[in-house]
């Protein structure tokens, strides 16, 4: 990527990153709301604005740029607060940007693999056709419609990096796989070092080309073999297991956490591959090493 301007609208967890990884060798500006997120991107050396995505007043303070990466969270509400950010706030960030006298030539919107929907454990890629089957996973389908033919019709082109499950500094969640009881399933992850590597080629070069990608490790894992191997490198007791069937039996559990549990697929990162993109973290067994290291020391020093 030759010398860009790049605006990182909610530029958190793996948008820091992403500022990170283009800083300082392009202009990168990030866009937080508080003052925490603010610090965070001064920190990667960007520079940091402050804007609401949902107002185009203070989109105007973010100054014009060659592309723009949206990748706002919804803070993990609901669907109608991720339809505020990820439907509103795009199609306002897409005529705001569009409207000026230098419009951004890209947009990246940042999606999930969830809008996939159940595959009964088969294979999954950019070409597998979406079928969302939760309500807030039909609001990133619509939002992914608004990147890819309301923005090309601004003219700005538009594409879509779909994350499976971040994981990383802050996020590993070992207690979680350690401690148990883990339902069966499989597990779609990807480092954010490397989720932010393959926004960072969808700017530019050949992955530019392609309206999708797919943002994942090489290698899909089954839940219980996953926390068999984190407690066998952790040297704990494996945890305790439960199917699908034993989990749906909770009167109690929320129809949404029940439509997640019928879903299943493997996604394929064959195309990142063909590309040229190469894994800081190939699977969970490098990603995890850190936090699996910083276990034991823990427990050797008695924390």
């Known amino acids: 990527m030759i010398d860009v301007r790049v605006a990182i609208l909610g530029c958190g967890y793996v948008g820091l990153e992403l500022a990170r ?12 709301r508080s003052d925490e997120g603010l610090a965070a991107v001064d920190a990667t050396g960007a ?38 950010i990820y439907v509103e706030g795009l199609r306002t960030v897409v005529e705001a940007f569009a409207g000026r006298d230098d419009p951004p030539e890209r947009l990246v919107y940042t999606s999930s693999t969830g809008v996939y929907g159940d595959h009964g454990g088969d294979w999954v890629d950019e070409r597998t056709p979406i079928e969302p089957t939760t309500e807030k996973t039909r609001v990133l389908a619509e939002a992914e419609r ?20 971040l994981y990383g500094p802050d996020r590993y969640r070992l207690q979680r796989y350690l ?48 926390a068999d ?7 704990v007791e494996r945890p305790p297991k439960r199917t ?35 894994f800081q973290y190939p699977t969970y067994r490098e990603g995890y090493r850190e936090a699996i290291d910083a276990y034991r020391e823990g427990r050797d020093n008695g924390r």
């Not at 995505?53 to 669907?79: E, H, I, M, N, Q």
């Not at 608004?146 to 499950?165: L, Y």
């Not at 039996?249 to 993109?277: F, H, I, M």
């Open 21 to 32: 990884q283009l800083h300082p060798d392009h202009a990168v500006v990030g866009v937080r």
């Open 229 to 235: 191997w984190l407690a066998d490198e952790c040297g």
């Open 47 to 84: 520079e940091a604005v402050r804007a609401d995505l949902t107002d185009p007043g203070d989109l105007r303070s973010v100054r014009d740029v060659d592309a723009v990466v949206f990748a706002a969270s919804s803070g993990g509400r609901g669907a109608d607060a991720a339809r505020r």
């Open 146 to 165: 608004v990147a890819r033919e309301e923005a090309p019709d601004r003219g700005i082109r538009g594409s879509v990096v779909r994350f499976a499950g």
């Open 244 to 278: 699908v069937d034993e989990r749906l039996a909770n009167d109690d559990l929320p129809e949404r956490a029940r439509r997640r549990l019928r879903t299943s697929k493997r996604c394929s990162n064959d195309r990142v591959r063909e590309l040229g993109y190469a």
């Open 179 to 226: 401690e148990g009881p883990v339902t069966e399933g499989y597990l779609n992850m990807v480092h954010r070092d490397d989720a932010a590597g393959i926004v960072r080629v969808a700017l530019d070069g050949p992955a530019a080309d392609e309206e999708v990608l797919l943002a994942v490790d090489d290698e899909p894992v089954d839940r219980w073999a996953f």
